[in-house]
Structure formats: C-alpha cells, structure tokens
C-alpha cells in the first residue's frame, strides 16, 4: 500500500494552506461576487474600469483605450453599452470636430458609486462576521501589492 505525500494545499482546510494559495482563491472568490454584482447591474468588469476612469474627467475614445491597455476597436464595444444603457455620452469635440469626447453621466456615477459600496460591503460583511479586521487587510495587501510591484517594476535611475 502506498502513502499519499503530504502536498502543501492540498488539504480542504483553508488555515492550513500556503498564503500564494489562499490570496489566488481569495482573489477568484471575490471576482466571482464581483462579476455576479456587475451581471445584475447589466455593466462588465471593462465598463465599471471606464467608468472608473472617466469619473476623473471626460476624455477621447483613444484616451480611454489606451489607459485600459487595449486598441480603440475594442473599448468601442465597451463604450456602445454603456451609451446604450445611459451610463455615458460621446459627443463631437468641439477643439477637434475629428475626435469625440466621452464622458461620464449623472446614471453612470450613480452606478459607479452604488457598484463600489457594493462591493466594500461584501468584503466588511464576511470579514467582520468571521471578527476579522477589514483595515489590517486592506493595508496587508496594499504593503503586498506595493512590495511585488517594486520588485517586478524597479524605477529606473534618471
């Protein structure tokens, strides 16, 4: 008969597993909740990031694309649903008739607003009901995300 090895996460016990295991479940599960909370709300992941940027002011569609990292063909698509459901506008710019100006509406802030409590409430709800401090883990993974950040970024001398 052959033992089984001890494999590190592989135990269905969550306060034994590695802590690379648990931030990756963590961070699926959260998704998860998110992406059922964006589907209610008729908005995707890619529309609440547009959103996210154009409440810190209008901007053009090549703007928009380029802070998202993707090409204007696709934030096109992104930009059409939420026109569609009146969380944006585009209008012709009026310093360069070639160009259209997108910004947020009064719909889409409330959306935004209402989406991001949302989800704080989520995180405070199922921390504090297990008496586990939402602050601590907040800082936790802001030092974790600044710490790997510097490593995988290093600045680079002037």
Known sequence: MV??????????????????????????????????????????????????????????????????????????????????????SRSVDAADKRRR?????DSGRELLLSLAGDGEKLTEQVLTARGQDVTQLRDALAGLVSGLSERRWPEQPD
């Open 3 to 88: 033992q089984s090895a001890h494999v590190p996460g592989a135990n269905p016990d969550p306060a034994i597993w590695p802590t690379g295991r648990l931030l990756s479940m963590a961070a699926r599960m959260v998704e998860h909740a998110w992406n059922q909370t964006l589907a209610a709300a008729d908005v995707t992941h890619a529309g609440m990031m547009v959103l996210h940027r154009l409440d810190a002011g209008a901007g053009s569609q090549r703007d928009i694309a380029k802070a998202q990292g993707v090409q204007e063909q696709t934030i096109a698509r992104t930009l059409t649903h939420l026109e569609e459901r009146g969380y944006v």
């Open 101 to 105: 100006r997108v910004e947020i509406t």
